[in-house]
């Protein structure tokens, strides 16, 4: 689907869905999630190589890994939409025994998902890993995760970002969903993250800074294979407005 | 009563080392994962064998866990490698997330665990390295009494799917158990048949119960020996039929569980 217009249209579709599951149990995070769901649509109906007929190994497949778990909603909507799993099974979001839990989970075997996320930082040690098996495998696709902005301050997304520059990971985009807002605030009063860009080209990364994370073309334009075909690491700055929600 | 030999002390975290390199030459998929400890690991002779399958990590435990976590995703079985403090507590919340709770097929194997690491001090005698593993959903916890049974368990654990926890120690022990051993995970080895004490021992303790059981023979009282290698699937079954006999039962354990 590469239709911009159709795109659009999803991504209306997305939100509606991000949306009615939040509203139907009334628990959630919609902010997240509302802010990127052009990013996810498309990374999964553009920019990745793909098969929703799931495999865990996802062997000549790009790979994503959604770290920020609570964004669940987005995710669950663009799985379904792009063919993993029902539609109707967006309505069982967060019930009990629910594939959908709140945060993304393996166990119960929901189509799509890799590993467990919710705990904070550790999706892209966990990409790392992902990519590392691609090269083993000599599997020439691509891994992507999406971090949030203020998952920042797990520790752990640093040792990652130190290894992956220091041993050459070169198939891994990470993109950050830089909306400036954590549940107790904004993320410059709560902990202040600095200067981002310069904190990651100074751990060797290559940044790119899409400044509409809401404009499908821009997402598009800069994750094009053309552009990263060069094959250095990269990661996304993707600025996107927090939409308002409540965590209850 | 049974006799043993102890062929030699040697340190068990060496039949770890020699599980990875026989696993290096034959099992293509093992890949290797250590925090800065690759020589107290005696992970270097598979580094010099499999440059490309042997990723060092730097003192990034955190970091270590997840990147084999997703080593599984493309049928890799990764061996992560780092002392057994540093392999559970300190990354307690990434074992159970990106490891337990998801599934993966990582072998998480640790040493210079309890107090018999010694002069390193109590922040490094971790002793709730066993419990904290075993209460982890899916997970499988060994703890081998020697060198050649840490051998037989390496080997053994690349076979089973699944995440597991191996664990051994730093000094030099008794190795007694003979060199070629099949491994059976989750099955207890009855060592010593007896009839008044039953003694359960895991890891280097083992041998002191053997030793135990044949002092208690020259005092006239008939001890059981039951090796309990693995932790977690516990064999219940060896425990409860052995203690039907009239006996009384004794734990050695160089952990809390």
Redesign the interface.
């Known amino acids: 689907m590469t239709d911009i217009n159709q795109l659009e249209n999803l991504v209306t579709q997305v939100r509606r869905d991000i949306l009615r599951q939040v509203h139907k149990v009334n628990s959630g995070h919609p902010g997240g999630s509302l802010g990127c769901a052009e990013f996810f649509v498309a990374l999964y109906n553009v920019l990745m190589e793909h098969d929703t007929n799931f495999n865990?190994?996802?062997?000549n497949e790009d790979?994503f890994?959604l770290s920020n778990g609570h964004i669940s909603p987005v995710f669950y909507s663009v799985l379904a939409r792009s063919g993993y799993f029902p539609v109707e099974e967006l309505n069982t979001f967060r019930l009990l025994n629910s594939r959908l839990q709140g945060h993304p989970?393996?166990?119960e075997g929901l189509p799509g998902i890799?590993?467990?996320?919710?705990?904070l930082?550790?999706?892209?040690?966990?990409?790392?890993?992902?990519?590392?098996?691609?090269k083993?495998?000599n599997?020439n696709k691509i891994v992507y995760t999406l971090c949030g902005d203020g998952e920042l301050q797990e520790?752990?997304n640093w040792?990652?970002i130190?290894?992956a520059a220091?041993?050459k990971v070169d198939n891994l985009i990470v993109t950050i969903d830089y909306n400036g807002q954590q549940i107790d605030g904004a993320t410059d009063t709560v902990l202040p993250l600095g200067n981002l860009t310069a904190k990651f080209e100074s751990f060797g990364w290559e940044v790119l800074t899409i400044k509409e994370g809401n404009n499908l073309e821009a997402i598009i334009k800069y994750n094009e294979r053309s552009q990263i075909k060069n094959r250095k690491r990269k990661t996304h700055l993707c600025v996107t407005p927090h939409c308002d929600g409540q965590w209850r | 009563m049974k006799k043993f030999t102890n062929t030699g002390n040697k340190d068990t975290r060496s039949g770890f080392g020699a599980g990875m390199t026989q696993l290096g030459k034959t099992n293509p998929n093992v890949?290797a994962l250590c925090a800065d400890l690759t020589g107290s690991l005696k992970m270097d002779e598979f580094q010099a064998n499999h440059p490309?399958?042997f990723?060092q990590?730097?003192i990034?435990e955190?970091?270590m866990?997840?990147?084999?976590?997703?080593?599984?995703?493309?049928?890799?079985i990764?061996f992560t490698g780092t002392f057994a403090n540093f392999s559970t507590g300190r990354v307690y919340?990434?074992i159970?997330?990106?490891i337990a709770?998801?599934?993966?097929n990582v072998k998480i194997c640790a040493s210079h665990a309890g107090v018999t690491l010694g002069e390193d001090g109590a922040t490094h005698q971790i002793l709730e390295d066993i419990g904290l593993m075993k209460m982890l959903?899916g997970m499988t916890v060994i703890n081998t009494c020697d060198y050649n049974q840490t051998k037989a368990a390496t080997l053994a654990i690349a076979e089973h799917k699944g995440p597991v926890y191996l664990r051994f120690g730093r000094p030099s022990v008794a190795n007694f158990t003979p060199e070629d051993q099949t491994f059976d995970i989750g099955k207890a080895v009855h060592l010593i048949e007896g009839t008044d004490v039953t003694i359960v021992a895991t890891g280097h303790l083992v041998w002191e119960a053997i030793l135990a059981a044949e002092t208690l023979d020259k005092q006239g009282i008939s001890a059981e020996v039951i090796n309990i290698h693995t932790i977690k699937p516990l064999d219940n079954e060896a425990i409860l039929n052995s203690v039907k006999k009239p006996a009384a039962l004794l734990l050695l354990k160089n952990t809390t569980i």
């Open positions: 865990m190994d996802g062997k790979l890994f989970t393996t166990h890799r590993v467990a996320s919710g705990s930082g550790q999706g892209i040690s966990v990409a790392i890993g992902a990519a590392l098996a691609k083993l495998n599997d520790g752990q040792e990652a130190m290894y220091g041993n | 890949v490309e399958r990723f990590i730097g990034a955190a970091n866990m997840g990147i084999a976590a997703g080593l599984t995703i493309g049928g890799k990764p919340d990434q159970r997330q990106s709770y998801s599934g993966k959903p």
